[in-house]
């Protein structure tokens, strides 16, 4: 489910229990996959569609959030440069480009966008962004002043890079990165070594792959008088943080806590009752930045008690519960595989919220 059907179901269940209680439906992300639907649909905005390129070079037709109140465009980079778009036998961390990516801003430069806010993560590439800079305008050059090929193998190449053409609103418009990743560009934390691997690199690919990003780093850094490699965030989606942080002027921040400030939670919580939130497996690292867990923050600051609610829930889930969550609770009804527990989790989110519903008001004297 995405979180505007999550949020459906769950105010179905509570509206067949009681038809009067009012339902505030606030559709949350991370900054994953989900961003971009979830502020389209809370700040009332709409879906931009725009001609790009996949990771793998290929022409498709990306879409984009923009609210035109604020002129905020928000981009998730999985969009245009998504692992997902790639079959696992296609993934090559060595040629895969983010090139999409500045598609995608550029068209929503043209459309008037002044403020950005771009979802990190999910992407096929380790080429540090600069495939992304290439569409904005960038020329990374070799030793010959021929531009080098796309993704990290064109790196390895990479002796100058001309920033003369490079789109001049970047200086203009605020860009704002929602990512929980905080690894540097480089090293043993670094993009290649902790995300390399589910891109289709092998271990024998690691060192090779951080050398052509510390190649980057050292030409890009000079070109942008900026140091970048060790920002924390600069190794998230391939390096696509640290092509930020040296073109523009953006800030990194906690996903759910840019999504929950971007779409008013706490104002829109106030006054509430209960607060009911979720995802598909809650555990230990739901603490970690995720979305039910920032929910269950911003419900606890305004003394709002909140129910999580999960298709798998482990032995740590139960931990959560505290001053913030007063329960967890599963929504399958009887044991079942994963696809079927897929098909049907919409019903049981609806049944879970429903049962949970007839406690609350039975426990606290509503009609």
Known sequence: MTSVEAAEAMARGIKGVDP????????????????????VTALQGEWVEADCHDALDRPITGRYGFVPVSRLA?????????LAQITPGDRDPWVATSRGVG?????????????????LGGTATNDAGAGMLTALGAHFLDANGIAVADGARGLTSLVSADLGSLDNRLRTV????????????????????????Q??????????LDAALERWADIAE??????????????????????????????????????????????????????FSGEGGIDRQTASGKTPWGV???AKAEGVPAILFGGRISDGAY?????????????????????????????????????????????????
Request: glycine share 12%; charged share 20%; net charge negative.
């Open 199 to 208: 891109k289709g690199a092998s271990p024998q690919d690691v060192p090779g």
């Open 296 to 298: 269950a923050q911003a």
């Open 319 to 367: 931990e959560l519960i505290g001053d913030a969550v007063v329960a967890v609770v599963p929504i399958l009804r009887q044991a079942t595989d994963l696809p079927s527990a897929l098909r049907d989790g919409s019903v049981n989110l609806e049944r879970a919220a429903a049962t949970v519903t007839r406690l609350l008001t039975a426990r606290i004297g509503c009609p």
């Open 103 to 119: 598609e995608l801003i550029l068209s929503a430069l043209d459309h008037g966008a002044i403020e950005f806010i771009i979802g």
């Open 222 to 275: 000079a070109a942008f008088d900026r140091h970048v490699r060790d920002i924390p965030g600069a190794g998230s989606a391939g390096g696509l943080g640290a092509a930020f942080a040296a073109a523009t002027h953006a800030s990194l921040e906690s996903g759910v806590e840019l999504v929950r400030d971007a779409v008013g939670l706490r104002q829109r919580i106030a006054g509430a009752d209960w607060v």
């Open 74 to 82: 928000v981009i998730e980079v999985a969009e245009a440069a998504g």
């Open 20 to 39: 009067s209680i009012v339902c505030e439906l606030v559709p949350m992300a991370d900054g994953g996959e989900g961003t971009t639907e979830a502020l």
């Open 174 to 197: 605020k860009f704002r990165l929602a990512s929980d990743v905080t690894n540097p560009l480089l090293g043993d934390r670094g993009a290649s070594a902790i995300y390399g691997l």
